[in-house]
């Protein structure tokens, strides 16, 4: 990877355990925040390797978190209604926000009903921009998941907004249903003080492998992009997942 330091990898048996390990991770630098400042930004990933995650935090941490300076965005978000079975808000409110007690205005969900895709990166460009004195904003956490064709948040192989270096938050087209989504872009996700990918089963073996020990193309892989000059990057992985990396052991 072009990490200017090598990413952290974290790997444990299963899913349950690698979630457990990183809902761990997440309150102690929550925590840590707390003590020094008034909030704590968390961009969410999708899909649906992080649900047992968002579990454990609401079954295990509603009370020890303290979840009033929390803000929460999305790091991609398919642009359906908020209701449907699809979307990457209704799984993190059904699995965590209804069951911590967040203030209502601290989520801070993608508009995916009342405009067009691109009127919608926009207004979440907005939503940015007033919540952050930073320019551009820097999230305190930025989780992130990766298909195995190496994708992350929304950033599909050989797409165009790879390349793009101006806005934080843009419309795509993706190959995979649902296929019309909003992302985050590199230049916001690397400007994150800690950037968490969490990656589970066999089927992300490979991507896994040629992001973190063969120095894939991200164009190819564009999991590989992922490089928070002033942050910190973290593999949260299960055993499956990291099974074809070197010497390797399980926490
Ligand atoms: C999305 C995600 C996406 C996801 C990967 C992995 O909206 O789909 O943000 O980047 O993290 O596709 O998805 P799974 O966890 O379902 O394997």
Do not use: C
Not at 216 to 228: F, L
């Amino acid at each position: 990877m072009g990490q200017s330091v090598d990413p952290q990898i974290n790997i444990h048996e299963n899913l349950k355990k690698t979630s457990r390990a990183l809902a761990a991770r997440i309150a102690t630098v929550v925590r840590k925040k707390f003590a020094r400042d008034e909030t704590f930004s968390l961009a969410l990933s999708g899909g649906t390797t992080p649900e047992t995650l968002y579990s454990i935090l609401a079954r295990e941490y509603s009370g020890s978190i303290p979840w009033d300076i929390v803000h929460v965005f999305w790091s991609d978000e398919r642009y359906l209604p908020p209701e449907d079975e699809h979307s990457n808000f209704r799984m993190a409110r059904r699995a965590l926000l209804d069951r911590v007690p967040i203030p209502r205005a601290n989520i801070h969900p993608v508009p995916t009903e009342t405009m067009d895709p691109m009127s919608s990166s926009h207004a979440y460009e907005d939503e940015l921009g007033s919540h952050f004195d930073s320019v551009p904003p820097r999230f305190d956490l930025i989780l992130l998941g990766m298909g195995a064709d190496g994708h992350t948040a929304s950033l599909f192989p050989h797409s165009e907004v790879l390349r793009e270096s101006q806005r934080l938050v843009v419309p795509v087209q993706a190959d995979a249903e649902p296929k019309r989504r909003l992302t985050f872009t590199f230049g916001l996700i690397n400007n994150a003080s800690r950037v968490y990918f969490l990656v589970a089963g066999e089927q992300k073996a490979e991507a896994v492998k040629k992001v973190l020990e063969n120095n894939a193309d991200v164009e190819e892989y564009p999991a590989a992009g992922v490089d928070p000059e002033k942050g910190e990057l973290v593999w949260w992985l299960d055993a499956d997942a990291a099974s074809l990396l070197e010497e390797q052991e399980a926490g």
